[in-house]
Structures are given as structure tokens and as C-alpha cells.
């Protein structure tokens, strides 16, 4: 196995098995950039881990040179949780894909939303499952034809954007390959937020679901995010135009402040003796 | 004649302060300088059905309650009619006559309970009061006693407590006043009285415990509620997440940036955290996991005990890697194994199981804990080294340096077959590589654990008589009767069921040999035969949910020894 020191410190040597043309290697340049910003922002890359679902979309792990926890299917929002509630210092950045974050692990994604946790969560959101080769997912078009649906899938799809403004996301936006410079731009903004930001990446799958095309053809600039809920429900739910951009953005108290104020569990322990010590007192002895 | 053991049984419907009405007996025991404990048995409603708390106390050693009381208040007549039974010749039963139909004999005593109660205000809240308040009067303490112990005990509505308390006191003292008189304890010293879910808990915290997650789920909710309530005090956090599948993926990404968790559930919470125990094996990542049990399969008996899920605990996680389980056979145990296996999941950065059951869980028992032996809990941590950091080092022991973000080293986790940097892999060779890896720390650990107190032996003596083997909470029971029935034998408990001691019990391999279990299929019987060639010549099972009776399992004992 080839393990030469690549030129670009962001990455990895594990070799990039993405197909030629996948719409990941835009959003792999993107957050590379993004990290880049944030960097001249203030934040050290040393200080952004990351954790990743399973799928193609999770190969990111292994490709971007910054620590984290490669997760399980559908598991990594809760992962991402775990990692920030132990050290509210990091930034904690998710990649999941669709299959993961609107499929198996749904009830984290709404959950975490729900709590407002300070985790950046990124979809890779292609509507189809690629890795296992191309069975529909949560966000799939009714009618998608793969090889558990070959007579064309009988579901109407989920439509994330709604999901997370519902649940209580504090930061929601769409984001699309095709457009590097805002998808950046969203990028850096998400990992800024303080709360729970959610990004639903447009991504086109060239082997399974090849919508370059139409994502083209129908995404539009969304110019400044809706000043209230109902506004950024109704951009959400359009179907005819895909808006791209921050739809919402608002603030409200964050999990882990609510839960233990500033503390940094790992570095803010009780001496070990006067844990102790609070045992004694507990038990009277 | 002076009492040793002492049984109080307290019954009644739920929401009447049945299980109160125990504690604070218990309480008053300890206080007393007696040893105590106590069995709660509940179904799985919030109001109405029948509760009852038993409570044995012994100025000596004492590990199990006993079914027949000396004293047994029925607030009711489901527990008159349950219970009239369990009272010892020579006892007394006391009723609640206003609720309860039955003939006044002197073994059979009514005194107007609910007229009583119902003088103050939410009458049915104060009820489970007369049980503690009437065993004051039969082992004739003075009033004096009974007011410190309801000023402790029953602090809210404190004044009329104190009033109603009092009344019934003072009528059961004209009946059946000092109808008992108890052996007076060594010394008064008084002893901590907790639960084994406390056990846990403060066992984990003197550990280093940072974040504790978890679902509810009986008998294990406890945990949760207790460490909820002391997190201030314990500088704890304390999750309670969605599932218990996110409860285990957020204590093992928590453990992977540095934090020492822990996580419990009971049979079908645990299965869902299954997934994430093989990620922790995989990822090298160290979490305690406890599993309570109780009569299964599926939803089972909620409320009840059994050891049904000894296979489900040894074989955790899918995929081959190093398990580590223990079983505590004591509440004082629980405290120390708690503290021991979150230190060894450290140490081994591997999830490591703590199994147990209802009847230890959700008991509650004296004891005499020194917080001192438990050590915190750390891991090899990285230095400085020539190339660059690498999780997953490929060591003689298997055991690689942990490093946490932020550091200006790569730290990455891996879920997929991975190098030793943490980057996924397909090729054959890193594939062996981080098996064997795996397998010599699975080899470490069994060495550690030869180093190590894995099997409690009781009354071997010179003469190699029978071996009774049996663990977890059912050594409770078989102490107790071996005390009560003054057996003569030997009782060997495992502490550590995987990897399991097996160089501990070869020299048992001859003798003949009694395995008890509260199991249908003897779990715990294969697992000696399978593993430590320890054939058992007779079963004891109990599968009905309920613990072992010390006086039957004596004399059962008795039959098969």
C-alpha cells in the first residue's frame, strides 16, 4: 500500500477511492477551505475534530488529516454529541450521509437538534445508498428505481430541511457542490454557530443518481436566511426551486452550557481526593 | 429470649409508603448498630397492586432477608391475606383494622390505621408511617427513639408525621409494647445503608467517573436518578438521551476525547446498545457497561430478579475481540467492582461489563466501604515519540498509548478494520496485524486478571468437602444459608465470569459439586463445565423472579450435600 506524504497538509495518504467525478470531491474542497478560513478566524485545525456515518460519503474520515472517531451507520450524531460533551473546547464537526442521518439514525439527528447540541452536522445527501450499490434512501424521489425498488420506489421522500427547522435546529442551510464559494461560506458559518447547525449538501452521485444536471438547472441563490420560522419552513418546502444558502439562523441556549455551564468535563475534574471526600460525606463515613 | 435475626415485613398498596416504611426501619436498625437488609418486591404499576418490604437484622453478618417475620404490618387486606402465613410462631401480625377484615388474636393484632391518618391532611401518603412507627413500639424502643428516626426520616409534613406517628406508636405499645426483645448490638455504631444501584454509582464516581448516560430502564434506572441527584456534589455529568443507542455511542465518542464514562441498562436496553459494545472493542475505546437483570426473555418481569443473562453478557459484540465481565456477589462488592472494571476498561481500553441483577440492583443492605481502596481509573498515556503518533501502535501487550484532541498529533478512531495510524484498511497483512493485536491484549488482560482477587472463596477448611458454586447476587442468598442452616462446605463465587478464572477453580475440578442459579437452562453450570471442567452433580434453579429463600435453600442445600 502506497503510503507517500501527501503535498496537501489536509490530507491524508489513504488513497481517494471516491468515482471520478463524485460530487464529494467538491464538498472535500469546500470544507478544506472552510477549515482554512476558520483558521484565520482563530481556530486552530487542531482544534476541529470530526466523526463520520458509513457510506462512501464517510471515506472523508480517513481522507481528511484531522482527528476523530470514524462512527457507525446512522450513529455518528451521537458520537459527535459524546465528543463534544467531554471537551466543549473542540469543534465537532459530523458527516453523515442521508442513509445515516434521515434513515437509521434519524432519532439522533432530531434529538440532537431537539437539545440544541453544539455540533456542526454536514449531509452527504446523494438520495442514495452508493456504497451498497444504489438502493433509495430516505430522500430519494418517489418512482427511484434500485435494485430494493426495481419497479420504482412507492415512498414520498423526507424533506430534511423542514425535519430540522421542526426538531429546533438553531443554524439550518442547504448547500450545493456546484457552488464552491458559498458552500465555504455555509461551511464556516456552521462551524461558527453556537448550537446545533445543520447543512443538507446537494450531492450528486455520478454512478446512481446523477443529478448535476438538474441540481443546475433548478438550484438558486438564496440572498440573506428568513427572519422567522414560518419564512424558512416556507423557502424549505419549495420543490419547483431549490434555494441555496442559510435559510435559518437564530440563537438559544446551547445542551452542554445548559447542562454544566463552562465546565470542560476532561480538564475540570474534581481532585481525585475531594471526590473522595464527597463519597465520605454521601455515605456519612 | 433475646432475638439475633429479626424480620419485619411491611405490606401495601402502591403509593402508600410501603417501600419508605422499610427504609426507615432498616434506617433504625442501623442506627441501632445492627446489620440490615432489605428486599423490596413490587409489581410494575404506580398506584394500587400489592408492595411489600421485607427487612432482616442481625447484630452479626446477615445477607439475606427471610420470607417468615417476626413482625408484619398489613396495611391492607391483600397483605393480611398474602402474608398472614409469614409470620414466625412465636410473631405477631399487625393490621390496619379499618381496611382489613380479620379475628384479633394475640398473634393477630388490629389497631385503626386510616382513622388515624385520616386527623392530617393526604391521610394515604402518611399510612406506610404505622410501620415503623409499630415496630418502635414491639422492640420497645422509647418514644424518644421513634421521634429522631421520623425526624430523619419523614421530614416533610414533619409535625404531623411526628403526631400520627406517635398515636400509632402509643397503641401498639398498650397491645403488643416490647412484645420482642432484640440482642443488643457490639457497639452502636451506625452503618451506611444503600442499594446496590448506589453501590454502583459511587463505586464508578471514586473511580474518576466523568459522564454517566443512560435510559431509563428497570432495575438499573436507579442509577440514573441517583447520579442525577448527586452530580453537584460528585462534579458528575449525568445524559439522559433519546435511546439507549445513542446512551453507548455518546459515552464511547465521550471516553474517545478523554472522558471516563459510564452507561447501565437491563436486558433490552442493552441488547440495543450491543452495536456500539463491538465499536468500543474495535475503536480501543474504554466505557463501563452494566446490565441489570431481570426474569427475561423480551420484556420479561420488570420488577424481579433472575440470572438469565449470563450468555447475553459473555458474549457482547459481534466480531472477535477481548470481553471483559464481572458479576459483584455483595453490595460492598458492587462498590468495589464498579470502581475496578471502569479502571480495567481503562487500562485495557476495551468496554468492560459489570452484570448483575434486580435483587442486588434495587436492595439495599448495611455496610462498612473504605472509599480509599478504589483507585482512579487511567490509561497508558502517549509521550513524546520519533514518528508520528499512532492510536493504534502496534505493542507487545496490545495495549497502545491513548492521546486526546487537541494535539498537534493525527488522532483518529476507527470503526473499520484500520493501520496503526487509524486509517481504514483492506489489506490482508493490517488486517492480521490488528487481530493478533487485539488477541495479545486480550492475552494481557488474562495475566492481569491472574494478578488479581477474581474468585471469593467461603468456609474452605481442611476437610475438602462439597463445593457450592454460584455467583452474582445469588451468593446473597447461599451465605445466608449456610449461616442459617450452619452448613458445613465450601462456597465458591467467581467475581470474574469472562475471562473467566479457570486457574483459580482447576483444584475444585474433583470435589463434588452443587451449582446455584436463578437460571431455567443453568447458564452459570454450563459455563463451569465448558470452560473450567467443573461438572456439577446437583442443580439448585429458581426462575420465578424471586431471590432464594435462605431457610428452603438451606434446607435444600441440606438434602443435595
Keep these: ?285 | 429470649m433475646a432475638k439475633d435475626i429479626f424480620t419485619y415485613l411491611v405490606g401495601g398498596k402502591a403509593g402508600e409508603g410501603v417501600k419508605k416504611a422499610g427504609q426507615a426501619a432498616a434506617r433504625l436498625f442501623s442506627d441501632m448498630g445492627r446489620r440490615a437488609i432489605e428486599y423490596d418486591d413490587y409489581m410494575s404499576l404506580i398506584k394500587g397492586g400489592h408492595n411489600f418490604s421485607i427487612i432482616s437484622t442481625s447484630v452479626h453478618e446477615i445477607t439475606s432477608h427471610y420470607l417468615k417475620a417476626d413482625l408484619v404490618v398489613a396495611l391492607d387486606q391483600r397483605s393480611f391475606d398474602m402474608h398472614i402465613d409469614h409470620v414466625v410462631d412465636d410473631g405477631v401480625l399487625v393490621f390496619n383494622s379499618d381496611t382489613v377484615k380479620a379475628k384479633e388474636s394475640p398473634k393477630v393484632v388490629g389497631l385503626p390505621m386510616t382513622e388515624e391518618a385520616k386527623k392530617y391532611p393526604e391521610p394515604a401518603l402518611r399510612l406506610g408511617l404505622a410501620g415503623p412507627s409499630v415496630l418502635a413500639a414491639v422492640i420497645g424502643l422509647e418514644r424518644a427513639q421513634l421521634r429522631s428516626l421520623i425526624e430523619k426520616e419523614y421530614g416533610r409534613g414533619v409535625k404531623e408525621n411526628l403526631a400520627f406517628g406517635q398515636a400509632v406508636y402509643e397503641m401498639a405499645k398498650a397491645k403488643i409494647g416490647a412484645r420482642f426483645e432484640l440482642e443488643p448490638a457490639v457497639s452502636d455504631k451506625s452503618r451506611p445503608i444503600i442499594t446496590g444501584n448506589e453501590a454502583i454509582s459511587l463505586g464508578a464516581a471514586a473511580a474518576g467517573l466523568d459522564i454517566f448516560f443512560a435510559y431509563p430502564m428497570t432495575p438499573t434506572s436507579s442509577i440514573l436518578h441517583y447520579l442525577a441527584a448527586k452530580s453537584p456534589e460528585l462534579g458528575i455529568a449525568v445524559v439522559h438521551p433519546e435511546n439507549e443507542i445513542a446512551v453507548l455511542n455518546m459515552a464511547v465518542g465521550a471516553a474517545a476525547m478523554g472522558a471516563r464514562t459510564m452507561v447501565a441498562s437491563s436486558g433490552g436496553g442493552f441488547a440495543l446498545m450491543e452495536e456500539a459494545i463491538s465499536l468500543a472493542g474495535m475503536t480501543e475505546t474504554p466505557v463501563l457497561c452494566v446490565l441489570g437483570s431481570r426474569p427475561g426473555p423480551s420484556t420479561g418481569v420488570p420488577t424481579y430478579s433472575e440470572q438469565g443473562d449470563l450468555q447475553f453478557a459473555l458474549n457482547q459484540g459481534h466480531g472477535e475481540f477481548s470481553r471483559l465481565v464481572a458479576s459483584p456477589g455483595s453490595i460492598e462488592e458492587a462498590f468495589y467492582l464498579s470502581g475496578e472494571l471502569l479502571g480495567l476498561a481503562w487500562r485495557f481500553q476495551t468496554p468492560t461489563i459489570l452484570l448483575t441483577e434486580k435483587h442486588l440492583c434495587e436492595g439495599a443492605m448495611t455496610v462498612d466501604i473504605d472509599v480509599a481502596k478504589v483507585k482512579f481509573a487511567e490509561g497508558l498515556m502517549h509521550k513524546e515519540s520519533k514518528g508520528p503518533y499512532k492510536r493504534y501502535l502496534d505493542t507487545k501487550d496490545g495495549v497502545s498509548p491513548m492521546l486526546f484532541p487537541p494535539s498537534k498529533e493525527l488522532i483518529k478512531y476507527d470503526s473499520y478494520e484500520h493501520d496503526e495510524l487509524g486509517i481504514t484498511t483492506e489489506d490482508p497483512k493490517e488486517i492480521v496485524k490488528m487481530h493478533d493485536k487485539r488477541r495479545r491484549k486480550g492475552e494481557s488482560i488474562v495475566s492481569h486478571l491472574r494478578k488479581m482477587h477474581t474468585v471469593n472463596t467461603f468456609g474452605e477448611g481442611k476437610n475438602k468437602g462439597p463445593v457450592v458454586f454460584t455467583y452474582g447476587s445469588t451468593t446473597l442468598s447461599v451465605l445466608e444459608a449456610f449461616r442459617y442452616g450452619e452448613l458445613q462446605g465450601t462456597v465458591v463465587q467467581p467475581i470474574y465470569l469472562e475471562p473467566f478464572p479457570v486457574w483459580e477453580l482447576a483444584k475444585y475440578k474433583d470435589r463434588k459439586a452443587i451449582v446455584v442459579e436463578q437460571s431455567s437452562v443453568g447458564a452459570f453450570a454450563s459455563l463451569l463445565k465448558d470452560k473450567a471442567g467443573i461438572e456439577g452433580t446437583w442443580a439448585l434453579r429458581r426462575y420465578d423472579g424471586r431471590p432464594f429463600e435462605p431457610t428452603e435453600l438451606a434446607s435444600e442445600l441440606k438434602g443435595v450435600m
Excluded at chain 1, 74 to 98: E, H, I
Excluded at chain 1, 113 to 139: E, S, W
Excluded at chain 1, 224 to 247: F, N, Y
Aim: a neutral charge; hydrophobic letters at 35%.
Design chain 1, 1 to 285: 500500500m502506497a503510503k507517500e506524504t501527501p503535498k496537501d497538509p489536509l490530507i491524508t495518504y489513504a488513497e481517494n477511492t471516491w468515482c471520478p467525478g463524485c460530487g464529494n470531491f467538491g464538498l472535500l474542497t469546500a470544507f478544506k477551505n472552510a477549515i482554512k478560513r476558520l483558521e484565520e478566524h482563530g481556530t486552530p485545525r487542531d482544534r476541529i475534530v470530526i466523526t463520520a456515518g458509513i457510506g462512501c460519503h464517510g471515506k472523508i474520515h480517513d481522507y481528511l488529516n484531522l482527528s476523530g472517531f470514524y462512527s457507525l451507520h446512522g450513529r455518528s450524531m451521537a458520537t459527535a454529541q459524546g465528543m463534544k460533551l467531554a471537551n466543549p473546547g473542540l469543534k465537532v464537526v459530523d458527516f453523515c450521509g442521508d442513509g445515516d442521518a434521515f434513515g437509521e439514525g434519524l432519532e439522533h439527528m432530531l434529538f440532537a437538534a431537539k437539545r440544541n447540541a453544539d455540533i456542526t452536522v454536514i449531509v452527504h445527501d446523494n438520495g442514495v445508498y452508493g456504497l451498497t450499490t444504489g438502493q433509495f434512501t430516505p430522500t430519494s424521489e418517489k418512482g427511484y428505481r434500485g435494485p430494493s425498488t426495481p419497479y420504482g420506489s412507492i415512498e414520498d421522500p423526507l424533506n430534511p430541511l423542514v425535519l430540522l427547522l421542526e426538531a429546533g435546529a438553531t443554524f439550518v442551510a442547504r448547500g450545493y457542490p456546484g457552488n464552491q464559494a458559498q458552500l465555504t461560506d455555509i461551511f464556516v458559518q456552521a462551524i461558527e454557530h453556537e448550537g446545533f447547525s445543520f447543512v443538507d449538501v446537494l450531492q450528486p452521485c455520478v454512478s446512481f443518481n446523477n443529478t448535476y444536471k438538474r441540481y443546475n438547472e433548478v438550484t438558486e441563490h438564496l440572498d440573506a436566511p428568513a427572519k422567522d420560522l414560518d419564512e424558512a419552513l416556507k423557502i424549505s418546502r419549495k420543490k419547483d426551486r431549490l434555494p441555496i444558502g442559510v435559510i435559518y439562523n437564530y440563537s438559544r441556549p446551547i445542551f452542554h452550557r445548559e447542562l454544566f455551564g463552562d465546565k470542560v468535563p476532561v480538564k475540570d475534574r474534581t481532585p481525585f481526593d475531594r471526590r473522595h471526600d464527597a463519597i465520605r460525606k454521601i455515605l456519612k463515613v
